[in-house]
């Protein structure tokens, strides 16, 4: 057997200086391979491993707080001839663009007081089991509605096409740092997400909805521990089962769309990265509407939309007002890029304006834009209105006016993100 350890250099996650990841020494014991490297206070670090070299995504093995003591590692060791490993600094870390008040009084709303690895997470979805699934055609779900004055009315039943919607993140107590599927708050909030996004596309697609053990929203926050990432990666890891499944027994060979929004999107981001670009799958894709998140717009092996009738592309856009700021969506968030999380410091997302469906499109009036689909509480869709808005996509984000009429309210002053009365409109994005 040949096993080949790197350490890779890279900024440290919160002092933002260089680190040279220094190895100490590594031997084989058993069937287990045991390193040691120094850390340093206020890094963290990560091990991966791949089967190659040269090709393959690194796949994550086990996060490392730093704390300026030397570490020791100990990781299984296949069967196979070959095994690659390294060491990595982290630069997940976020919420650092939040005030120190408003950090403290999101955590200590949301943030489970326990790290991830001190509780046992919720059970796994069974997706064999419908009630593993918040939409699934024919079965009747939120996500079959449509406002009264469409012009494209639900027709699942005659649809070519078939869509694997995520839903965004709808869960922040502190219990977990992952959402049971079967908490009853969480049921309600996921049906109120169909209603009002995933019906978008049931004139087009069957959609298909799975429920998974989202992170809790405390984990885009988390500067104390690993847990936030270790919370996203085990909620990536319910959505690729689920997209397996979906796959495998529900979608036969057809065309199919990927859909998410907000957290959704991150896990569609990485599910199209290694699941779907490159792969059989992509000549099915009729398009990635991964919205309210940065996406890169030079991905390898798949580019952004440009027009009506672009398919196999991704669609994307984050919507503020004037004078919103977006420095905690550009900057703070995490994302997976090439293979490993990171923030999105840097990254230059795309942006398709809604209204002509143009990549960094120009401004749209709001008299071109045919309804805008407002907040109401009951258990029907409201009727869409039109003019709400114009769209502009031409600069870093989607720059939307802010609505005139009823029905877009925000969160109130106190809610320092994702808050349409600071100018964040990412809960309107759909």
Partial sequence: ?????????????????????????????????????????????????????ARGAWQWCQPIAGSGAPVTVSVATPSRASQFYRVRTLEIFTGVTLTPEDHQRLSAAHRPAHTFDAVVPPPSPDYASADSWAAHWPGEDAADLSPPNTLYPEAQATAAVDVFFIHPTCYGKPEFWNGPIDDPDVQNSVAGILMYLASVFNAAGRVYAPRYRQFNVSALLERESISGLQAIELAYRDVEQAFAHFVQHFNQGRPFILAGHSQGSIHGSRLLQEQIVGTPLQQKLVAAYLIGM???????????????????????????????????????????????????????????NPLSWEFHGAKVPAADNPGSLPADPSSE???????????????????????????FPGDGPDMPLLNADRGDFHNYDY
Avoid at 8 to 30: F, K, Q, Y
Avoid at 299 to 324: E, F, K, M
Avoid at 331 to 336: L, N, S
Avoid at 381 to 407: E, F, K, W, Y
């Fill in 381 to 407: 869709l409201p009727p869409l209105i039109p003019g709400v808005t114009s769209a502009d996509a031409s600069g870093a984000v989607l720059v939307v006016d802010t609505p005139s009429v009823a029905g």
């Fill in 1 to 53: 057997m040949a096993l080949l350890l790197l350490a890779v250099p890279g900024p440290a996650a919160r002092s933002g200086e260089p680190e040279t990841i220094a190895l100490l020494g590594s031997r084989l014991a058993a069937d287990r391979l045991v390193f040691e490297f120094q850390t340093r206070p206020g890094s963290d670090y990560l091990v991966e491993q791949r089967d190659e070299l």
């Fill in 294 to 352: 940065t996406i890169p717009a030079d991905l390898p092996g798949i580019h952004p939309s440009r027009s009506t009738t672009d398919l196999g592309t991704i669609v994307n856009w984050t919507s503020y007002a004037p004078g919103g700021d977006p420095t905690f969506m550009r900057e703070d968030v995490v994302i997976w890029v090439a293979g490993s999380y990171r923030k999105a410091r840097g990254i230059a997302s795309i942006q398709i």
